[in-house]
């Protein structure tokens, strides 16, 4: 790639930053009344100013991924909500299992009619609690989705999935660790995320938050489709405290030389389940 390339490529690249971090303090600075409607006007306003690079290959990689994380939590279920589901594909693939599968975003992915599974339905996001009964949910996922709410709507959005999951259900949330971030586009422009991420979490901020919105039991997940263990998620919480500690030059210098074992680095998503009751024995 020639220099002019990669000048323009830099040029795209802040032109993308500034935009997000544009949209981001619009959301930031809005009300909670406001920002009911204003995710969705956000988002729809971002994907017209910034050409968004389609990688088939690396969203295949990723539905493969999140069928692994969710098998050992759907095995014997019957229901499944996905938030923050974007092109829909992981909850298209797994409605050719399941009863039933409830798709949510705050962007219509524009589907064709009639090319779904009977059993499957997209739900605008202003609508989960008028579409999505009430503790009809057997199995909750959402990958990267919590770090786009305003932090201040984090602990009503968990407490909603609690309130829609079975007695017996769980929430699984995959979000990058803030320890390893920021991972929007301000990273190379900034210390700390200023974009539509607009917070960043580590394994301890949202385990709190799940125990908090009333979760009888929260385990973190080693790697796609393992059980969760019990006791793992303290010593994941200690070791964050020590590099959250660290000037953020010194914390990246020291996390850049951890050896990537496929598919992430240690600790840098993070995986939890979150179960409405306390276990007795492994998932079903």
């Not at 949209?23 to 910034?50: C, D, G, H």
């Not at 705050?106 to 999505?132: E, N």
């Not at 973190?220 to 793992?232: D, E, K, M, S, V």
Request: proline residues 6%.
């Amino acid at each position: 790639m020639g220099g002019a390339d990669r000048d323009a490529d830099g040029e795209g690249l802040r032109r993308h930053f500034e935009i997000e971090r544009e949209l981001a303090n619009r959301l930031r600075v809005a009300s909670k009344e406001e920002r009911r409607t204003l995710y969705t006007e956000i988002y729809k306003e971002l994907f017209r100013r910034v050409e968004m690079p389609a990688d088939s290959e690396a969203q295949r990689a990723q539905v493969g991924l999140l069928l692994e994380l969710v098998a050992p939590f759907v095995e014997g279920r019957r229901t499944f909500l996905e938030i923050g589901a974007g092109r829909c594909d992981l909850s298209l693939a797994l409605a050719q299992r399941l009863d039933r599968v409830w798709a949510v975003d705050a962007v219509d992915p524009g589907l064709p009619s009639g090319s779904t599974p009977p059993g499957f339905s997209f739900v605008a996001a202003r609508d989960v609690l008028a579409l999505v009964p009430k503790g009809g949910v057997d199995v909750a996922l959402s990958c990267h989705f919590v770090e786009h709410l305003h932090p201040d709507d984090l602990a009503d959005h968990l407490v909603e999935v609690f309130d829609l999951l079975a007695e017996d259900g769980v929430y699984l949330v995959v979000t990058p660790n803030r320890i390893y971030g920021p991972h929007d586009i301000s990273r190379g422009f900034s210390d700390r995320a200023v974009g539509l991420h607009l917070r960043e979490y580590t394994h301890a901020d949202l385990a709190d938050g799940l125990r908090r919105a009333g979760f009888g039991e929260v385990r973190a997940i080693r790697r796609p489709g393992q059980p969760p263990r019990a006791g793992r998620l303290g010593a994941i919480g200690a070791v964050e405290r020590v590099l959250d500690a660290l000037p953020a030059r010194w914390r990246r210098a020291l996390l850049s030389g951890v050896s990537r074992q496929a598919p992430f680095r240690p600790l840098e998503q993070v995986k939890l389940v979150g179960f409405k009751a306390r276990r007795r024995g492994g998932p079903r």
